[in-house]
């Protein structure tokens, strides 16, 4: 079955650096992708999403990339900071449908 | 503005209770959501209403668990005779019309349930 999956379940980035996070899907028909930002004991917060139709999406400080060609997703974070120590989910959706699918998610450590 | 809240935040039952959680979402929302959370783990997706109307209840683990929604409003989701396997936080998300890609889903901070 289809399912969105993260390449890998913790990074520990130094602050200052810039973070990348990735995201592997495996349905071609997903035309429409979010991060998800959760903090300890919260709600997921959105970040950004992006498109099927685009390959790259800037927001601030972050930067979404879409590669349909191999199915791969990725969150960059620039200068990366301590408030930015969460764990992040990719989740994709096909057609507009309401339900989203959603990886693992990724544990963010910033380091001071 | 207020955001979508969630009550109780934690809730501790013994098996073989029933447990109402509820969900209060974005004031003129007509889309919602509840997903749920096991530890360590992505989000689940359970139903969708639209309005009052649960168009998809594909995703509810058993029959044990029912959800409805009132004057396109707040929504409740019921346990019942709870299993341990029923732990985990459940979220609840609404968005200004149906469907993910037309309205972004708003988290609330989630009801954290654990049973004994």
């Known amino acids: 079955g289809e399912s969105v999956g993260l390449h890998l379940p913790t990074l520990s980035v130094q602050e200052g650096d810039n973070s990348i996070i990735n995201c592997a899907y495996s349905?071609?028909?997903?035309?429409?992708f979010i991060w998800y930002k959760q903090e300890s004991g919260k709600g997921p917060q959105f970040i950004i999403d992006?498109?099927?139709?685009?390959d790259k999406r800037q927001g601030q400080r972050v930067t979404v990339l879409l590669n349909k060609t191999v199915k791969h997703l990725s969150l960059q974070i620039a200068a990366t900071q301590p408030g930015d120590s969460a764990v992040y989910f990719c989740?994709?959706?096909?057609?507009?449908?309401?339900?989203?699918?959603f990886g693992a998610g990724t544990t963010v450590t910033v380091r001071a | 503005g207020a955001g979508v809240s969630q009550s109780p935040s934690n809730k501790v039952t013994e098996k073989g209770k029933d447990v109402e959680l509820r969900c209060d979402p974005i004031?003129?929302?007509?889309?919602l959501y509840w997903y749920r959370q096991s530890l360590g783990q992505g989000l689940e997706f359970l139903i969708y209403?639209?309005?009052?109307?649960?168009?998809?209840k594909s995703g509810l683990p058993s029959d044990r668990f029912s959800a409805e929604r009132t004057g396109g409003s707040v929504s409740t989701l019921t346990i019942q005779r709870t299993q341990q396997e029923d732990s985990a936080v459940y979220l609840c998300?609404?968005?200004?019309?149906?469907?993910?890609?037309?309205?972004?889903?708003?988290f609330g901070p989630g009801t954290r349930l654990t049973v004994l």
């Open positions: 998300a609404s968005s200004s019309s149906g469907g993910a890609s037309r309205g972004t889903q708003y």
């Open positions: 349905n071609s028909a997903s035309d429409y």
């Open positions: 992006i498109r099927s139709n685009m």
């Open positions: 004031s003129g929302h007509t889309a």
């Open positions: 209403f639209q309005g009052n109307s649960a168009p998809d």
């Open positions: 989740a994709e959706t096909i057609g507009g449908d309401y339900k989203l699918s």
